[in-house]
Nanobody, 123 residues
Framework: QVQLVESGGGLVQAGGFLRLSCAASGRTFNSYPTGWFRQAPGKEREFVAAINWSGGGTYYADSVKGRFTISRDNAKNTVYLQMNSLKPEDTAVYYC????????????????WGQGTQVTVSS
C-alpha cells in the first residue's frame, strides 16, 4: 500500500512562490498517476493538478494553469508542485493522492491521501 507525505507548505506573500513535495513509500507508487488537491476553509476539496506515471503527461485546473507546474522524480518516489505567482485565493491545505484513472479531476478517483500541508498567501 502506498503512503504519501506532503511537505513544503508555509506562509508567503502574494506574488511569491513555494514548492510542495509529496514523498511516497511503497514500490507501486511509480505505477500510478498522482495528483494534488486543495481545500480552503469552508470549501470543498478541489482538484489542482495531476501527472501520469512517467511524468510525460500533466493536466491542471483552470485556476492554476500557467502558474503551477507538477512534476515527478520516480527515482526519489516524489511528486512536486511548483507554485508561482501565488494569490491569496491559493490559500488552502494541499493534499496529494494517487489516481487509478489518469485524466480524472474527481476526488473519488483518487486514493492513498496524505495528511496535507498548509499554504497561506498573504495579500
Amino acid at each position: 500500500q502506498v503512503q504519501l507525505v506532503e511537505s513544503g507548505g508555509g506562509l508567503v506573500q502574494a506574488g511569491g512562490f513555494l514548492r510542495l513535495s509529496c514523498a511516497a513509500s511503497g514500490r507501486t507508487f511509480n505505477s500510478y498517476p498522482t495528483g494534488w488537491f486543495r481545500q480552503a476553509p469552508g470549501k470543498e476539496r478541489e482538484f489542482v493538478a495531476a501527472i501520469n506515471w512517467s511524468g510525460g503527461g500533466t493536466y491542471y485546473a483552470d485556476s492554476v494553469k500557467g502558474r503551477f507546474t507538477i512534476s515527478r522524480d520516480n527515482a526519489k518516489n516524489t511528486v512536486y508542485l511548483q507554485m508561482n505567482s501565488l494569490k491569496p485565493e491559493d490559500t488552502a491545505v494541499y493534499y496529494c493522492a494517487t489516481s487509478l484513472r489518469y485524466g480524472s479531476k474527481t476526488e473519488t478517483d483518487f486514493r492513498s491521501w496524505g495528511q496535507g500541508t498548509q499554504v497561506t498567501v498573504s495579500s
